[in-house]
C-alpha cells in the first residue's frame, strides 16, 4: 500500500505493510490533515480519528529511523526520526523511502497523507 506525505508543498512516498491490520485500517482513514509534533527529540507524533485494529499484532517493535508506526495504548501514529529499542504497544505501519529530512524538521510540522494512485 503505498502513501503520499505532503509537507512543505513537497511530496514524499512511504509504503503501509500489506500484512497488516493496523495498517490496513490507517490506510482506510487516508487522506488525513494532521500536525506532526515533537516527542523526547526521538520521534513526531500526532493523535488519530480513531484507533486502529491491532488484532495479530506483535506485542511490540524496535523502530528504526524512518519507521511510520501506531503506538496502541496512546492510539497515535509515530514517525521516528532517530532508532528506538523495543516498545511494547508499537506497531509497525510502514516506512518512509525519500524526504526524511523534511520530517525531521524542529517545531510542529502540518501534513497531508494520502493514498497513492
Given at each position: 500500500?503505498?502513501?503520499?506525505?505532503?509537507?512543505?508543498?513537497?511530496?514524499?512516498?512511504?509504503?503501509?505493510?500489506?500484512?497488516?491490520?493496523?495498517a490496513k485500517d490507517f490506510?482506510?482513514?487516508?487522506?488525513?490533515?494532521?500536525?506532526?509534533?515533537?516527542?523526547?527529540?526521538?520521534?513526531?507524533?500526532?493523535?488519530?480519528?480513531?484507533?486502529?485494529?491491532?488484532?495479530?499484532?506483535?506485542?511490540?517493535?524496535?523502530?528504526?529511523?524512518?519507521?511510520l508506526t501506531y503506538y496502541?495504548?496512546?492510539?497515535?501514529?509515530?514517525?521516528?526520526?532517530?532508532?528506538?529499542?523495543?516498545?511494547?504497544?508499537?506497531?509497525?505501519?510502514?516506512?518512509?523511502h525519500e524526504g526524511l529530512?523534511?520530517?525531521?524538521?524542529?517545531?510542529?510540522?502540518?501534513?497531508?497523507?494520502?493514498?497513492?494512485?
Amino acid at each position: 500500500m503505498k502513501i503520499l506525505i505532503d509537507v512543505a508543498e513537497q511530496t514524499i512516498r512511504a509504503t503501509l505493510h500489506d500484512n497488516s491490520a493496523a495498517a490496513k485500517d490507517f490506510y482506510q482513514l487516508l487522506p488525513l490533515e494532521l500536525t506532526l509534533g515533537d516527542y523526547a527529540g526521538i520521534e513526531k507524533v500526532s493523535d488519530l480519528p480513531s484507533k486502529l485494529n491491532t488484532k495479530g499484532e506483535p506485542l511490540g517493535v524496535a523502530a528504526q529511523a524512518g519507521d511510520l508506526t501506531y503506538y496502541a495504548p496512546w492510539g497515535n501514529l509515530a514517525y521516528f526520526i532517530k532508532d528506538f529499542k523495543f516498545a511494547s504497544g508499537l506497531v509497525s505501519l510502514g516506512q518512509v523511502h525519500e524526504g526524511l529530512e523534511l520530517l525531521n524538521a524542529a517545531g510542529d510540522i502540518p501534513v497531508t497523507i494520502r493514498k497513492a494512485s
